[in-house]
């Protein structure tokens, strides 16, 4: 009697070690929760530039007849709206319910089509020397020039529900650097002389961001996202100006110096996509 009564103390012992355990421990899908996500987007940046007036410098005398050295009045640079496919790519850190992550935005090189903007547009340049003698010389026209550029993002992102949630909003914030390359000078009145250079310098700025998740199927899910760039200023310098005064018999050309402006962005990207966890 004694023995039986000790080997039922010994099973419900056992079944009441083993019911705690499947309390405490954690589950399959806990422990192999998956951690990388990728979401493939079209991109849409809208880049929001506002710049400082265009400055000529190292102007040659000649030139000095017919333009003043210094900012040119009312004259600005412009760059054009793209839409590019791009991938995000996540990690999601093992802590806060799996709430917290860090991403990348990787985009394909995108080319940016620089324009000319205010009276550097419309108006010549150099519409008379010596005051009232007719140069010839043209206005410049919107087309200025167009440059690569690589717009890596990285951002720790705050979901407001856990990754078991349908609907998941979140916000985050991070930096983003812009590497301009193959920057040239495309404008037909820059370039009927020869083509001058065109250097664009990299920028930097600060993201924020916000979007909405939604579960698709499984590990398949859906985003809207919008990020913010701000702080981000470059500088953009031509190079070596020539520019052709037809009515001027005994000239030909003019040496119009340098050209440098300062260009501020504060590029709004909006991206919408669909991905899976890894």
């Known amino acids: 009697m004694m023995r039986t009564g000790a080997l039922a103390a010994v099973l419900l012992g056992s079944s009441g070690a083993v019911a705690f355990a499947d309390e405490v421990s954690p589950t399959a899908s806990e422990t192999t929760a998956k951690r990388v996500y990728a979401r493939a987007a079209i991109l849409h940046m809208q880049p929001n530039v506002s710049s400082d007036e265009v400055s000529l410098s190292n102007l040659s005398p000649f030139a000095e007849l017919a333009i003043e050295p210094g900012p040119i009045a009312n004259s600005g640079v412009g760059v054009d709206s793209v839409t590019i496919p791009a991938l995000l790519v996540g990690y999601v850190l093992p802590y806060w319910d799996g709430r917290v992550s860090i991403e990348t935005l990787i985009g394909a090189p995108v080319e940016l089509s ?8 419309n108006e010549s340049i150099a519409p008379f020397a010596l005051g009232n003698v007719p140069t010839g010389v043209p206005a410049v026209g919107a087309e200025l020039g167009r440059a690569k550029a690589l717009p890596p993002i990285v951002t720790g992102v705050y979901r407001f529900d856990p990754w078991k949630q349908r609907l998941r909003p979140y916000l985050g914030a991070g930096l983003a650097y812009m590497h301009i390359y193959d920057a040239e000078i495309s404008n037909p009145v820059l370039t009927e002389v020869s083509v001058p250079a065109l250097d664009v310098s990299d920028g930097i700025g600060a993201v924020l961001q916000a979007g909405l998740e939604t579960t698709i199927h499984g590990r398949y899910f859906a985003a809207l996202d919008v990020k913010a760039i701000v702080g ?22 003019a040496h119009a110096g340098d050209a440098t402006v300062d260009i501020g962005m504060t590029p709004i990207i909006i991206s919408a996509g669909v991905g899976a966890e890894f």
């Open 114 to 121: 620089m324009k000319a903007e205010g009276s550097l547009a």
């Open 232 to 253: 981000m200023s470059m500088e953009a310098r031509v190079r070596d100006i020539y520019i052709r005064t037809p009515e001027l018999p005994l000239f030909e050309m």
